[in-house]
């Protein structure tokens, strides 16, 4: 069966730093999808980033950054200078066959 | 220009009342989906539709009922509201399944108080 996991409940860091949200799923699969979802302290769900299981590049949006590694089975994601704004929980999740399975959230707090 | 829109954003009942949470998307995607967001933060499906069709039941109380009148209308109806009911219920859309996924769109979400 598939599995997410996100090993950090909860993570401080004091702005400026840049930090690591760790992402570790567990497949047998060929095909699948993997994705990073923000949900800041207003509680909506907001959309990240896609990756299917085809596409290992790296990929960088603005302060973001997330690491495939089909090798480790992870998916990792950074937040580099981070910003008081980016205080949310992040999950990860991963899709497959019409089911997407959420990890259990890294709750991240951004210091002033 | 809501994308995926639910009513009630919130709802508090009394225990063993029947309730009602709507949800449209204006996307025109063909999958919609429920999740359940416990108070730990914990995310589960809990159904999805594909063109008015139920694709996926994980294992939800029969209490639990929804309802796609069509593609772009995913409602649900929860019968003899239970404490443990109390959680906040997202709704979602996607364009495509299996190979044709690509992500999902939510809504802001209801937040159920069951007394």
């Known amino acids: 069966a598939q599995k997410v996991t996100q090993a950090q409940t909860e993570i401080s860091v004091v702005e400026k730093e840049d930090v690591t949200l760790d992402c570790v799923y567990e497949t047998r699969d060929t095909t699948y999808y993997l994705f990073w979802y923000k949900q800041p302290p207003s509680g909506e769900l907001v959309f990240l980033i896609r990756r299917n299981s085809f596409d290992e590049q790296n990929e960088i949006s603005g302060r973001y950054s997330w690491n495939f590694q089909k090798s480790t089975s992870s998916f990792n994601f950074t937040i580099t200078a981070s910003q008081v704004v980016d205080s949310a929980v992040y999950f990860c999740?991963?899709?497959?066959?019409?089911?997407?399975?959420f990890g259990k959230g890294t709750r991240l707090h951004i210091l002033p | 220009d809501t994308a995926v829109s639910q009513t009630p954003k919130y709802l508090v009942t009394q225990m063993g009342n029947d309730k009602s949470i709507k949800c449209e998307q204006n996307?025109?995607?063909?999958?919609m989906y429920w999740y359940k967001q416990d108070s730990k933060k914990f995310l589960k499906i809990m159904f999805s539709y594909n063109n008015k069709e139920l694709i996926i039941n994980e294992t939800v109380p029969n209490r639990f009922s929804p309802k796609s009148p069509d593609k772009a209308h995913l409602n649900l109806h929860i019968n003899s509201l239970e404490l443990g009911d109390s959680a906040v219920y997202f709704c979602?859309?996607?364009?495509?399944?299996?190979?044709?996924?690509?992500?999902?769109?939510f809504g802001p979400g209801t937040r159920l108080t069951v007394l």
């Open positions: 979602a859309s996607s364009l495509g399944q299996g190979r044709d996924y690509n992500e999902q769109f």
């Open positions: 999740a991963f899709y497959r066959d019409d089911k997407i399975i």
């Open positions: 996307l025109g995607h063909d999958t």
